[in-house]
């Protein structure tokens, strides 16, 4: 498949850790935006507020006072989806009426005590703190249940309704959905081609070159083949790697480095604190700490709005909802902007001042 | 399961038309909202705006000039995402790196000659011409293509760039993986249960009367028991329907009538134009109109994104994207709401006077 194939004509692509199909249409681009503009996200945020519950120092819903914590801060979210006691709903009455239980846990966790930092903006000592704290989260939460997801909403425009920086975890009782389906898909290839998936596809990239954002010794991230969202991206150790606990010193000290770079990168691309979601997807733990996982391969997901600028974004609505995901510009075209050397933007400048590049 | 069980304890719901899973968090309402405020729809829409490309008259960006339409008008899109005549791309070389052909035809259809009006404003008889339109293009693209998607994104919120009614139809000469899912589950349904899946979902939901919003003698409207959008609706004919031409003169009228209502329902909820994306899934069509398709029964959904407020939205973000789908109130909160007696909007009388109720 040549790019200049891709970048003319509309295509299917495959998504193997979902299964599933993405319209590739890069002629439509084109198009002129005259929809929706979102506001850029505030750039005056104040380093400490005693009314941000987030803040060290204030006081939370529930009345407890934060400690004056220096580095991460991790407390029970004061609003869960999950709480761990929830009765069982009972048996169903018919197929097309069927409940389960969902018992589980919500945490918080603050990367760092001032409000107006970002994670590409901290020292990656600073960074390789959260990384420990993942580690030591899926540890101990996974050691019950079988999945504990952490993710990070960055930014208003993804529903981040706190501009402190900060991540969420959440374990559950059940295996949702989404790692269901990366569960079921890993095993099959495995089986079929007697590699994990994961595992070849980055062995694949690195190679090709094609897709690359920013790599080092033990990390790779690159635009996936099957990427949705613009400037989607896909973080992999180079190494087989079941879980996050699993990674060695030197392996988290080069996470942090790689993050550090990756997101500065894509707050260069529209100069712009760039919104995402984003997550880890390892193999699910509970239980299935005894199995045979070896299909599995750690990483995580970056999912990033943003289309053509700051202010113009992917809207996933019609008939991606109903049909089928569509994107307005194939990875490839997308990579080299996201790969771009890295320039430190004017208006973080003084973060830099005080912490070095 | 009892209502009291479902408004206190988070639990998963199924969803048989996706083969997945919902998770339902009634309790979590009560988190105060400090995320983003979304703008309200723009209340000052000109009549007529002869730059708008969708206007009678207007010039359109492949400088085709547009009749003086006064009902539907349909053109094609001149941005598409799909065209007839893409070439193959050829043989994959790795199971990882697999692309496929796609090709179709997407079409924009004016529903009336005014930008400052909506469905919901318009008269039933104003609709019913919509609702041939859209058999006769069903009937038209179906004839060669497997999947006809009707889809109308309304809002700057869903991605609309555009204020004029209209909704889009893109045909593609594969089936989406949307329909691809509901096509396997209704099969699958029928194969085990032997009934199609949604006539029997519609005859329980009108029984129990616990999740309808509106009906009346052809059709009916839910909050269907696996909602993820808030107040996320299903509408279902009661008769056996396969396909959208399939409908009866008087199944026309009385849909015509039931999606004046529903919209207008909409539109009341939080006095303000609801923004929302709907489309509609028939059995698939092309050489599948040769096949025994009777698992499958004509449905529409609508998909809003408002949560609290005109202006306050639920985000499908971190946990969502990376996980699972998650509600904060259940289906059963939101269907005594949406079903509230039809009242007209003060801002919108002046249409009223125009058209009558
Ligand atoms: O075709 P439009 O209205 O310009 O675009 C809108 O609908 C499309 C189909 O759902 C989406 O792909 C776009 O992201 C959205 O902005
Ligand atoms: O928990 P938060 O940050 O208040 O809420 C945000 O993330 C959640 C998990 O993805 C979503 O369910 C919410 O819609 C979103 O606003």
Known sequence: LTNSYTAKHQHLRYNPLRDSWVL???????????????????????????????CPLSTRA???????????????NDFPALQPDAPDP???????????????????MCFHPWSDITLPLMQPGEIRKVIDKWAELIEELGSTYPWVQIFENRGAMMGCSNPHPHCQ???????????ALAERCQREYLRKHGEAMLLRYARMEAQA????????????????????WPFQTLLLPRRHVLRFPDLTSQERDSLASIMKRLLTKYDNLFEVSFP??????????????????NHWQLHAHYYPPLLRSATVRKFMVGYEMLAQ????????????????PLKIMDHYDYHFEQYGP
Request: hydrophobic content about 35%; aromatic content about 10%; overall charge negative.
């Open 90 to 108: 009972g048996s169903n009455y018919h197929p097309l009426f069927q409940a389960k239980a969902a018992r589980g846990i919500c945490k918080v």
């Open 62 to 76: 529930n009345g407890e006072v934060n400690p004056e914590y220096d580095s991460t801060f991790l407390f029970d």
């Open 276 to 293: 995402y979601s984003m997550g880890w997807h390892g193999a699910p733990t509970g239980t299935h700490l005894e199995e045979d996982m």
């Open 209 to 228: 070159q094609e897709r690359v954002v920013v790599e080092n010794e033990h990390w790779l991230v690159v635009v996936p083949y099957w990427a949705t």
């Open 24 to 54: 590739v249409s890069a002629h439509r681009m084109k198009r002129p935006w005259k929809g929706q503009v979102e506001k850029p996200p505030e750039e005056n945020i104040p380093r400490h507020d005693p009314n941000n519950p987030l």
């Open 325 to 340: 995901e569509q994107r307005d510009l194939t990875p490839e075209q997308v990579s080299p902007a996201a790969a771009e």
């Open 169 to 179: 975890i959440w374990a559950s009782s059940f295996l949702p959905n989404e790692p």
